[in-house]
């Protein structure tokens, strides 16, 4: 599981990403209705570095296992997809987490993708854009 911290003001909560869906995690002095308010207001909100910080964090997680394994995350995923199961019981932990962290790189690779293509069709130059981001700026992108 990788869990995704989000600026909430002053760390509230947290979510993760579960099975294609986020949950929102509060901490203990928050109730439901703050949790509910969240969500209806959009409080949850991803910026492009928050998705660039997402794809590094699960890279290294990838790197990790490419080590150990001796393949690229690619290689492994091909095979794991189709059902190849590990040679040693000791290492069904790590695939599962392997696949995941590979599952979620994609996805985040893919919003990257379309937040950059929605950047672009706006009037701003991707010029402007990236000086924000480098300014460290948050980047507000479609859910």
């Known amino acids: 599981m990788t869990v995704l911290t989000r600026d909430l003001s002053s760390k509230q909560a947290f979510c993760y990403e579960h099975s294609d869906q986020f949950v929102l995690v509060l901490l203990p002095h928050l109730g439901y209705n703050d949790c509910r308010?969240?969500?209806?207001?959009?409080?949850?909100?991803?910026?492009?570095?928050?998705?660039?910080q997402d794809i590094y964090a699960l890279e290294?997680?990838?790197?990790?296992?490419?080590r150990k394994y001796g393949v690229l995350?690619?290689?492994?995923?091909?095979?794991?997809?189709?059902?190849?199961e590990p040679p040693d019981e000791a290492w069904v932990r790590d695939w599962?987490?392997?696949?995941?962290?590979?599952?979620?790189?994609?996805?985040?690779?893919?919003?990257?993708?379309?937040?950059?293509?929605?950047?672009?069709?706006?009037?701003?130059?991707l010029a402007d854009m990236i000086a924000r981001t480098a300014r460290h700026e948050p980047i507000r992108i479609p859910a």
């Open 73 to 84: 995350s690619e290689t492994f995923y091909e095979s794991y997809t189709v059902g190849e």
């Open 96 to 125: 599962t987490a392997w696949a995941s962290a590979y599952q979620l790189w994609l996805r985040r690779r893919e919003q990257y993708q379309a937040a950059i293509e929605s950047l672009r069709s706006s009037d701003q130059p």
């Open 37 to 52: 308010n969240a969500a209806e207001h959009g409080v949850i909100e991803m910026t492009l570095d928050d998705l660039l």
């Open 60 to 66: 290294e997680e990838m790197r990790t296992y490419e």
